[in-house]
Each structure stands twice: as C-alpha cells, then as structure tokens.
C-alpha cells in the first residue's frame, strides 16, 4: 500500500465528498468503494461451480480464509468495473473485457473490526469457465479452490456441512488436488461479512440459473 494511493471518499448517501490518501480514509473511518469480482459458472450437469481464493496477504486479519477470487479497493480515478478488472488480473492473472464481467449490485458495509470500516461493496460476476491451473499466485493469494457452490453455501450455515472441492496452492503450484473444505474457511470472518456471503451465493445462484440480477438482495436484512 502507498501513501499516495488515492481513494474517493463519500458520505452515508453515498454522495462523493472528495479525495484522501488510503491510509487516511481508513484513519477517518470514511466511506469508500470495494468491489469484489465472483467466479462461477454452470458445469455440464447445470450445477454452479464457484472458484475462490486463499488470501495469503501478511498481516492480514483473515489469512488463510476463502473469498472471492478478486477483490480491493476502487481508485479515485478509476470506476468499480474498471476496478474490478484491475483487480482480477493483479490477484488471479485473469484477463477479460470489462463488459465480459456481470454486475450484481452494491451494498453498504459497515465493519468495525478491520480498516475498512464503512465501505459501499460493488460485486461482479465472471460466469465462464476458469481453468484454475492456469492463474497465477501473487503475495496476497495462496491457492485457488473449485468447489460446487451450494455446498459452499452450506459451510455457512447454522448446522454447517462440509464441502468437496479441487485446489491448487502456490508450494505445488504444478498440480491440483482434492480438498475437504471445512466451516473453518470462512471463521475468521464476522458476522457481517459472513452476511455478504450468503447474499453473494444466492444472487450468483439466481443469476446462472435463471438469468437474472437480484440487486435488492443486498439491501435485505
């Protein structure tokens, strides 16, 4: 992270107020813009496969834990699509047109327990195919899991269920394996985001299977 990175700072309505330094906005507690790119895709059988990465970022307060395959912050002078192309390609090595990613909506988010605690979330969705053997690495991503995307959604729930997947980590990066994933991939996260979760599966869900954006999801409680 630079000092000089700049970030558009907002207020409740979302009403842009002006320009800070990331490190500042982050001291202010100022709104600002995250945008999250999902990976996922129906297989041959019309079941929805969801691709996630490991974060691996030093210092991160939620390392090791699954998320969407790409995500950060929206630039001051950049747009949340651009942004979210720009973020695909520096944390997975996927390169596609802006207009390749579907827009799912957006949702304020306020967490106290991290940096970002007051954010507007824009979320994508790239629904093709992705050959997880072909991303690559970089410091803030350890490995790449497929898995399908109801039984990770059932990780979350009340009486969670495990998850059968395939993965591929940066110590093996030549080859993939089968993986038993646990509740214990999404533990460390709290409540609120745990929320964005379960509303980002069921929007995915709608939309490969049906067609369609649910964008009032993300306005539900």
């Not at 409740?12 to 107020?17: F, H």
């Not at 979210?84 to 990613?101: F, M």
């Not at 940096?115 to 072909?134: E, G, S």
């Not at 990066?173 to 745990?194: K, L, N, Q, V």
Request: glycine content about 8%; hydrophobic content about 40%; some cysteine.
């Amino acid at each position: 992270m630079s000092d000089r990175e700049q970030l558009a700072y907002f207020d409740e309505a979302g009403n842009r107020l002006g320009t800070k330094s990331r490190q500042q906005v982050h001291a202010d507690g100022d709104w600002h813009w995250l945008v999250f790119v999902w990976s996922a895709w129906l297989d041959g059988d019309n079941d929805p496969q969801l691709l996630l990465q490991q974060r691996a970022r030093p210092g991160d307060p939620f390392i090791d834990s699954l998320d969407a395959l790409a995500g950060g912050h929206v630039q001051a002078e950049e747009g949340h699509r651009l942004a979210a192309t720009r973020e695909l390609k520096e944390e997975s090595g996927l390169q596609c047109e802006s207009d390749a990613l579907v827009y799912l909506g957006n949702g304020p988010l306020v967490n106290v327990q991290g940096p970002c605690q007051r954010v507007f979330q824009h979320f994508y969705l790239y629904d093709r195919p992705v050959d997880m053997m072909q991303l690559d690495f970089n410091p803030e991503v350890n490995g790449f899991v497929v898995a399908p995307l109801d039984d990770v959604a059932g990780l979350l729930k009340p009486d969670p269920t495990e998850a059968q997947g395939s993965a591929r980590f940066a110590e093996d990066a030549d080859h993939g394996i089968e993986m038993t994933i646990t509740p214990r991939a999404f533990a460390s996260y709290p409540t609120p985001i745990i929320d964005v979760f379960r509303k980002s599966f069921a929007t995915i869900r709608t939309y490969l299977l049906e067609q369609r954006v649910d964008a009032n999801i993300w306005h539900t409680t």
